[in-house]
């Protein structure tokens, strides 16, 4: 699938790949002011390098674009895109559903479910949108 950069989007690459050293294959932008939030997906083997020493690197590119900064590591698969998407939850299984819509149904370990939704669904919503632009998955069901 073809994914759709914004030109903020083009500049938060630029500046999370001149820091890190690291690969965004994506970004999306989130919320608002205080609750600004920005997403890279991150070419699968550079997390490390995307996080940095300490989590060094995030910290500077949060600070730099005064918003909190969450990393994905990107996958070919569809089913190890969710399980990247949902973490820090524990996804124990994921089953892509082809019906009339495209459903992926990720096993969820029960101390998890809170972490996998996130506050006000902001995780789940999150990783909904992102599976969305890489795959043609319509839906994300914890189970």
């Known amino acids: 699938m073809t ?3 914004t030109d903020t989007a083009r500049q938060y690459i630029a ?3 001149d820091e890190t050293g690291a690969t965004a294959r994506d970004c999306i932008v989130l919320g608002e002011d205080d609750e600004k939030r920005v ?3 991150v070419k ?3 997390m490390g390098q995307a996080i940095g020493p300490g989590g060094e690197h995030v910290r500077n590119v949060e600070d730099q674009l005064g918003a909190d900064v969450e990393l994905v590591e ?3 698969e569809p089913d190890r895109f969710v399980v990247n998407a949902l973490a820090p939850a524990e996804v ?3 089953t892509i559903s082809e019906n009339d819509d495209t459903v992926a149904y990720a096993e969820v370990a029960q101390q998890d ?3 996998a939704i996130g506050a006000n669904g902001r995780n789940i919503e999150a990783a909904k949108l992102l599976v969305a632009r890489h795959f ?3 839906d994300i069901q914890l189970t």
């Open 113 to 115: 479910t809170g972490v």
């Open 15 to 17: 500046l999370f790949e």
């Open 92 to 94: 124990r299984h994921v």
């Open 3 to 5: 994914v759709t950069l």
């Open 136 to 138: 043609e998955v319509d």
């Open 39 to 41: 997403i890279f997906v």
């Open 44 to 46: 699968p083997g550079e």
């Open 74 to 76: 990107d996958a070919d």
